[in-house]
């Protein structure tokens, strides 16, 4: 479905963009994996269900830094002649009242979950305009269309990035070009067991229960959201079907946001 096209996934080592990445190589994609952590275990995986004549690379940018940005998208351009499907995913949280808030952790929240998609828009747009073909999907949040206490960076971060959706959108509403912003409620991955584990130890109770009073606070199916039900939403923002999805915010979030 993919194939021919190259797909940079920022923060792909781990959670949901590396369901994403299995995703697009298993429909034909070259793919252009990113973040920390074990990055062989996850290259490897995303190998084993890419198709034959494909590639899957991979570049260790910090995306909390411009130049490793400009870096990782002058390897793409180099290695693959650009991205052809750009999701930015790569994203971290903290949980702390605005007057207790980390100044540095502001300052990392809103350059890894928000300027970093500035600067891989702006880099892969020139590219994607001269071939007419684009696809930039930013991963949101909820928490880009509603708050929730303690979460200020997160929250304005992600406001922002559905801000920078929308206006990538409208500057490329006539080309071959779209961007949109998918808005996941509670999925359990790495950032969210993270989570779990806090409120356990904050309430003195096991991981099961607090895994329920977490889900039960906002979101009304009472059940996570899986990695591979957003990454298969991923895909199909990627198809020709969606040519004209454009600056749209899709929640995928057990009605969290309906209520
Ligand atoms: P995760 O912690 O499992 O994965 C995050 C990925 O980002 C990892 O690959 C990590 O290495 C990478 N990363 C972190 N900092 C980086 C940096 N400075 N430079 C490069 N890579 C970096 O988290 P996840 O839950 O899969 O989150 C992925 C995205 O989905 C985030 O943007 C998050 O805000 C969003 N999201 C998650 C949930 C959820 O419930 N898990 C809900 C809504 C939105």
Known sequence: MFSGKTALVTGSTSGIGFAIAKTLAA????????GFGDVQG?????????????RVGYHGADM?????????????AEEFGGADILVNNAGIQHVANVEDFPVDKWDSILAINLTSAFHTTRLALPSMKAKNFGRIVNVASVHGLVGSAQKSAYVAAKHGLLGL????????????????????????????????????SKDGV?????TVSLLSEKQPSSAFVSTQQL???VGFLCTDAAAQVRGATWTMDGGWTAQ
Do not use: F
């Open 27 to 34: 429909r034909g994609a070259n793919v252009v994996m990113n």
């Open 42 to 54: 996850p290259k490897a995986e995303v190998e084993l269900v890419k198709q034959p004549s494909a």
């Open 64 to 76: 909390s830094s411009a130049s490793q940005i400009e870096a990782m998208m002058h390897y793409v």
């Open 165 to 200: 959706t929308k206006v990538t959108a409208l500057e490329t509403a006539r080309t071959g070009v779209t961007c949109n912003a998918i808005c996941p409620g509670w999925v359990l991955t790495p950032l969210v067991e993270k989570q779990v584990d806090a409120r356990a």
């Open 206 to 210: 096991g991981t099961a229960e607090a």
């Open 231 to 233: 990454a298969d939403m």
